[in-house]
């Protein structure tokens, strides 16, 4: 398909599927905080809960592709 491999159109979904999730993810929690009125600390500790998950996701990437692992 265009000259790609197999494993070179999997990477790709990989690494932009994931992301596009991530920042739906990131979209999803600001609705949260929008609908329920959290304010200004409560958004913050939505962020902080919800999005703790999607930073250890994104870390362990970057950590695993720092020391050279697949």
Do not use: H, N, P
């Amino acid at each position: 398909m265009g000259g790609f491999t197999e494993e070179q159109i999997a990477q790709f979904g990989l690494t932009f599927g994931v992301a596009a999730f991530m920042l739906y993810m990131v979209f999803i929690i600001a609705q949260l905080a929008r609908e329920s009125k959290a304010g200004k600390f409560g958004t913050f500790v939505l962020f902080l809960a919800l999005g703790f998950g999607l930073l250890g996701f994104a870390i362990k990437g970057v950590i695993k592709w720092i020391l050279g692992g697949d």
